[in-house]
């Protein structure tokens, strides 16, 4: 029996995801391990590296990219396209930190953008489904100033019925580019958990809150230091306790302010593995190289 060829093409498309995978990277950057990338090629692409179509994996890398853009559009596409068409063209990076992946709570935000405000971001594909978005924005809004759904422009009557207070941003294509488009603004939030707020940060970033609010540090120890500044943390008036919360997170080390001399296709890979810029050079030329198969 022959196999479906819609399916077959899904599995491509898959496949060709699969290359953007973090792990994959850091092993090409410290092993010079190309297999991830060498493994597609034999399978799916070799005659085009043959007929010189294709000559650097930098090449074959922007190929792939395009094939996702074109018939997958996954959540690498989705946090890669809000880079180019919105943080880099609207908010800028001169103030402002977006970290990839938040841990809030129970849920994990795909991306948390702070810059005079906190806004967390829940990305919705086509290929996701909707069952636990409701959790996911109840933990984020313990935290963040703003919510926002990111979601393809062809699924945005379904998420308008949800929270009226969720901003929404619709991935539409225009004239063979794609952009993302603020179609309705998120309501700011008033509430902020303070025992939410305590769990998502670091242990230095916890303590620079208590030492800046009260001018010094209690006595403490490893045991009991993380009770004695949750205690100090929970009688912070919320308004001084947002902005320090905040403050903490921004001086968090991202590849934010870099990614603007980045490849386009590369740029959320570059900020999920928070490479400086000494390291994307090194995988820039990497990348450069020939295919040798």
Partial sequence: MSSNPSNTETNKMRSYSSVFSSTSFIKLIENDDFTFIDSKINRYDKSRVQSGNIVSYL???????????????????????????????????????????????????????????????????????????????????????????????????????????????????????????????????????????????????????????????????SFNMFNICHELINDIPIDSLVTLFNTEIKKRKTATTSLKGVNKELRQLVLALNLNNENYKLLDSKLSSPINL
Avoid: W
């Fill in 59 to 221: 090449d074959y890398i922007k190929f792939i990219y395009s094939e996702l853009s074109k018939q997958y559009n996954n959540e690498y596409f989705f946090k890669n396209t809000f880079i180019n068409s919105l943080l880099l063209k609207k908010y800028g990076v001169k103030n402002t930190i977006l970290i990839n992946e938040f841990r809030v709570g129970k849920s994990v935000a795909d991306l948390v953008l702070i810059n005079g405000e906190s806004q967390a971001f829940e990305i919705k594909t086509k290929l996701d489904s909707p069952k636990r978005l409701n959790g996911q924005i109840t933990d984020y809004s313990k935290v963040f100033k703003k919510c926002y759904i990111i979601t393809d422009e062809t699924l945005v009557d379904k998420y308008a019925h949800e929270d009226k207070s969720l901003g929404i941003i619709a991935l539409k294509k225009k004239a063979r580019i794609f952009q993302m488009e603020e179609i309705r603004p998120a309501e700011s939030n008033e509430k902020f958990d303070p025992n939410v707020a305590m769990r998502c940060l670091r242990t230095h970033e916890y303590k620079n809150i208590v030492k800046t609010y009260y001018k010094e540090l209690p006595e403490m120890n």
